[in-house]
């Protein structure tokens, strides 16, 4: 029977639901009108705007590609969609204020195409990076290039103290690969390197729609691979690296670990999986999905970005669809945290299930109540916090068992902190 520790909102009890608009729309169509409304849940980064919801009318009435219409958009009421009944005070009260900045924000008037999609996403994500906290000074933070299949390849390097030999963590942004950069993670990893010791080499890999599969992969591994063969440089030892990712960052970094193990290395001690995305398919047909959909994700944009990313390319790759993959023996142990009310929830406990299932170490914590991306949001969800901090002692514990191996030592390290955690074996 699959184990997972639940942290946060005790079984049973309720919540609050999150905020959603409701707008009610007129189309003005060959002298006729057509009066309709719709719930739009309000995502923080990608605001469900008025022309997906004339896009998905049209269709369902039959209007043709080209048809020319005129709308008009009255926003009646804020309101709770009854299914959502877990979701953790502190996460709720950010939804509420997403959907009240909603309200305020100019609306664009017209149609915007996908390029103007992505660049507003890409400009709206950056609006979440206080909710990290406030940037902490890191001992050293050094900005580099590396050579990268596709062209010179960015990363940034946090080193917590004045050591060398430090254990090293490869870590990927999260953005559906296709926005996110180094500073949307920068305040956590500040946080996470402080916390954990560990010296942390973050990637700015390339996004799709410009580079898709399998850019972001290759450059991914690139990193991994040039950490390992260059740690001496930047007083890391490639003995103890790491890696890990936050939603498609996660994907990226257990995909890294299977291209590493088939082309025989390099060695990755752990991987950290954070609300990770793991299959490449827009089915959307599990239990989270289905009680989920626009907390934060919706289904419309996370197709959108599969498509952009993926185009025609076979979902079944093991890359693409790690969940699917035929083959997830002889991986590095797994790290795995989802949050309750996350529409990826219950694709990446199953994945943990994959994993346990191929005879690899899987720690799974299931954080009840929180929402996709909670990881990123210290600064105002305890959760949060937590998340970071239970990353950090992991960190620690791998490096010291790994110091006690070193030194002949085999009595395993016992967790002495907050987290009784359940791991696989």
């Given at each position: ?51 997906h ?14 048809t ?25 009260a950010?939804?509420?204020?997403w ?60 080193q ?30 500040r ?44 007083n890391?030892?490639?003995r103890?690296?790491?890696i ?18 088939d082309?025989?290395?390099p ?11 793991t ?5 959307f ?11 934060v ?8 970005d ?6 025609d ?11 699917k ?14 949050a ?16 346990k ?57 016992q ?11």
């Amino acid at each position: 029977m699959r184990k997972v520790q639940h942290v946060g909102l005790a079984q049973g009890k309720k919540a609050a639901h999150p905020f959603v608009i409701r707008r009610e729309y007129a189309i003005q169509f060959h002298q006729a009108d057509i009066r309709f409304s719709k719930l739009c849940p309000i995502s923080p980064c990608f605001l469900k705007v008025f022309y997906h919801i004339i896009f998905e009318k049209r269709c369902t009435s039959g209007f043709s590609a080209g048809t020319l219409f005129l709308v008009t958009e009255h926003l009646l009421f804020l309101e709770e969609p009854p299914m959502h009944n877990q979701i953790n005070p502190q996460a709720r009260a950010l939804l509420r204020q997403w959907a009240e900045d909603a309200v305020n924000r100019p609306q664009p008037a017209h149609p915007l195409t996908i390029p103007e999609q992505i660049a507003a996403s890409r400009i709206g994500f950056h609006r979440l990076d206080p909710l990290a906290g406030e940037p902490e000074p890191v001992w050293r933070i050094v900005q580099r290039t590396l050579p990268g299949p596709g062209g010179p390849l960015p990363v940034r390097i946090y080193q917590p103290c004045d050591t060398t030999g430090l254990p090293v963590l490869v870590y990927l942004h999260g953005g559906g690969c296709t926005i996110g950069d180094l500073d949307t993670i920068d305040r956590p990893l500040r946080q996470l390197s402080n916390c954990s010791g560990w010296l942390i080499v973050s990637v700015d890999y390339r996004l799709a729609p410009e580079h898709p599969f399998p850019a972001a992969w290759e450059d991914a591994y690139t990193v991994a691979q040039w950490v390992a063969t260059h740690a001496s440089e930047i007083n890391a030892d490639a003995r103890l690296l790491a890696i890990g990712g936050d939603s498609a960052g996660g994907l990226l970094a257990t995909a890294t670990t299977l291209i590493a193990r088939d082309r025989n290395g390099p060695g990755i001690a752990l991987q950290i999986l954070i609300n990770p995305s793991t299959s490449g398919y827009a089915d959307f047909d599990t239990r989270s999905w289905q009680d989920y959909d626009g907390v934060v994700l919706n289904q419309a944009e996370v197709k959108r970005d599969l498509d952009l990313t993926y185009g025609d390319q076979d979902r079944s790759h093991p890359w693409i669809s790690p969940l699917k993959a035929r083959n997830l023996a002889h991986l590095p142990p797994a790290l795995i945290l989802t949050a309750g009310c996350d529409p990826l929830r219950d694709e990446g406990e199953a994945y943990a299930d994959r994993l346990k299932q191929a005879g690899v170490r899987v720690t799974l914590t299931r954080y009840a109540g929180m929402i996709h991306g909670f990881f990123g949001f210290a600064g105002i969800l305890d959760d949060g916090k937590t998340a970071i901090d239970q990353v950090a002692q992991a960190l620690q514990q791998l490096a010291e068992q790994r110091h006690q191996n070193c030194c002949h030592h085999t009595q395993p390290i016992q967790d002495s902190r907050m987290y009784h955690r359940s791991v696989w074996r």
